[in-house]
């Protein structure tokens, strides 16, 4: 609870306050509506009473009442204050801490749960600031009054009353203690129906070419299934409450005027008015206190619901980031140069090292090359640059500086990376070529042209109406994998970057484009150092230097010519390309 509370503005806290203050005062003129019905029952039963004392106190009732409803509408306003105000900050504040993950942090969380806690989680915090501030303020205040008005009148009406309120409690407390763990469990399920969702709405044209949808479908009802039924079984046991509550209202209402009767009947004549009319009190206070264990159990699973939700933000709120900025700021010695010094380095959680011994220095200005089969370790080197991870042993430096003393903005604005996955964003094709800050400039109109039309994107954009403010739709799916990897490309161009990381980005690109665009690169980028992860010889046979990676070692280096005659691993590649 600490971590969301820090999240309360000053104004809030006063916003808090004056809940307090409005429910003290709502409390007071429900309390004061008995009081005024006690003298109107007095006034009724007694002789010589006129009908301007009768109304005068119905009027004072109705006052009351409007009093009430006024203080129980700004309660509940400015808790609606605090609870979108502190959802909004909390929300931002998931927000940034998840950008700040490195893929070592977010391997604890599955997008579809930080996406559940981003939404469904912080919807609940909100609603117990705004809905349930009224209610704790109020619930737990009436009672107390209330019951402080009860105790000390006839006692028999006190010990049924009693006894009532300790059954009530008890059972409170016994549906508390079964809803409870069920809710954590309906929270996880929560997760993976929202993951199955996101799995069929990603991979939709894999299920419809596979005609799936049999298959798709009772993945989505299994889960769909076992939320129904942990969210039925919550809903009965806290269901079983009201007609409960009922009942024992009921019961303690039939108690209480069976014990006036009695009182009453054996009570002097002048003492019977005054009995009947605290009896009547007696029985509108004992509503009260019925109706705020009724808040009060609403209080209690919306508390449940939201301390399990606060626990579910707290945890991504607490992650230790672990890729942080470096604290030396020594300038660099060598601009546009990587060099990596016996790197060892091993995913989290996994038995083995994915890469062993890596060493290699690369010039400014060189195009270097990293091949080798699927899962060598080429993009595991690539990855190691940009500090995406950090080297479990060894050294890892950019312009003669170990990368983890660089601030993390200053090493990123000096790459150029192009994913293996080609990400667009909503929006337009200009925004997505100029995206990011490189802490240099923002990219004009003039520039990203210019980079499209190096990273061959030119031709498509322009035939699309709108040309470069064409709509990108979310994940750039009205645009082929050819485009996407191209635009991509024009975006690390436009960024004009002392180091291009190019991983496994020329796949979707056919052999004329791919030779033009790096053709294009070459002009453009002649002092920039290029380092390419590819799978195919064609595309690096070009390069200054290229680097054989197997089974996380580097086992050959060379020019092409050179790793053809030395390098079997290099050989077995090239002729099983050629055949």
């Known amino acids: 609870m600490k971590t969301i509370i820090r999240y309360l503005t000053k104004q809030e806290w006063m916003f808090l306050g ?8 709502s409390i007071w003129t429900d309390m004061s509506i008995p009081d005024q019905m006690s003298k109107v029952t007095t006034l009724l039963q007694t002789e010589g009473s006129t009908v301007s004392d009768v109304t005068g106190n119905g009027v004072r009732m109705l006052l009351f009442a409007l009093l009430g409803l006024l203080c129980t509408v700004a309660t509940t306003y400015f808790s609606a204050r605090v609870g979108a105000g502190l959802a909004m900050r909390v929300r931002g504040a998931v927000f940034d801490k998840i950008l700040d993950f490195s893929p070592e942090d977010s391997v604890h969380f599955s997008t579809s749960s930080l996406i559940t806690r981003c939404t469904n989680d912080i919807v609940r915090i909100q609603t117990l600031f705004a809905a349930g501030a009224v209610l704790i303020f109020k619930a737990p205040l009436t009672a107390v009054w209330a019951f402080g008005r009860i105790v000390g009148q006839n006692p028999l009406w006190t010990a049924a009353v009693g006894v009532v309120f300790a059954i009530v409690l008890v059972f409170i407390v016994g549906i508390a203690w079964l809803v409870r763990p069920q809710i954590r469990k309906a929270q996880a399920l929560m997760d993976d129906t929202n993951r199955v969702s996101r799995e069929h709405l990603s991979g939709i044209r894999v299920i419809h070419a596979f005609h799936a949808f049999d298959y798709q479908k009772n993945r989505f009802e299994t889960v769909n299934e076992k939320l129904k039924e942990i969210s039925s079984r919550i809903d009965r046991r806290i269901a079983m409450f009201n007609p409960f509550l009922d009942t024992m ?14 009182v009453i009947g054996t009570a002097a004549a002048s003492d019977r008015i005054g009995l009947f009319s605290e009896m009547v009190t007696f029985s509108s206070y004992t509503l ?35 890729i942080r900025d470096g604290a030396n700021e020594e300038a660099e010695t060598a601009k546009g140069t990587v060099e990596f010094k016996h790197v060892t380095f091993r995913y989290p959680n996994a038995g083995d090292d994915a890469l062993t011994d890596i060493s290699f220095s690369i010039k400014a200005g060189q195009t270097v090359a990293f091949i080798g089969a699927t899962g060598s370790g080429k993009t595991s080197i690539l990855n190691l640059i940009p500090r995406f991870y950090d080297v479990t042993g060894g050294q890892v430096l950019v312009g003669g500086k170990d990368v983890r003393d660089y601030k993390l903005k200053d090493l990123r604005n000096k790459l150029g990376y192009i994913p293996q996955r080609s990400i667009l964003f909503s929006g337009t094709i200009a925004d997505n070529i100029a995206y990011g800050d490189n802490g240099r400039f923002r990219a004009t109109l003039t520039e990203i042209k210019h980079a499209a039309e190096v990273g061959q994107a030119k031709e498509f954009i322009e035939k699309k109406e709108g040309g470069y403010e064409a709509k990108v739709s979310e994940g750039g799916k009205n645009f082929s994998g050819g485009q996407r990897q191209r635009l991509t490309i024009s975006r690390a161009i436009a960024r004009d970057p002392e180091i291009y990381l190019f991983d496994d980005s020329f796949s979707a690109l056919d052999f004329k484009t791919d030779r033009m665009l790096r053709d294009r690169l070459k002009e453009v980028a002649a002092g920039a150092t290029v380092i390419i992860v590819a799978q195919r010889i064609g595309t690096i046979r070009g390069a200054d230097q290229i680097f054989v990676v197997d089974q996380g070692r580097i086992v050959g280096s060379g020019t092409h010519d050179t790793l053809m005659e030395t390098c079997p691993v290099y050989q077995e590649i090239a002729l099983s390309q050629d055949s």
Not at 18 to 25: E, H, I, Q, R, Y
Not at 254 to 262: Q, R, S, T
Not at 294 to 316: C, F, N, T
Request: overall charge neutral; charged content about 10%.
């Open 249 to 262: 209202t009921n019961v303690l209402n039939v108690a209480i005027y069976c014990i006036g009767a009695i």
């Open 18 to 25: 004056l809940c307090g203050v409005f429910a003290l005062c």
């Open 288 to 322: 009260l206190v019925m109706t705020a264990f009724v808040q009060l159990l609403v209080i209690y699973m919306g508390l449940v619901k939201a301390l399990a939700s606060i626990d579910r933000i707290s945890e991504v709120l607490n992650t230790e980031i672990r």
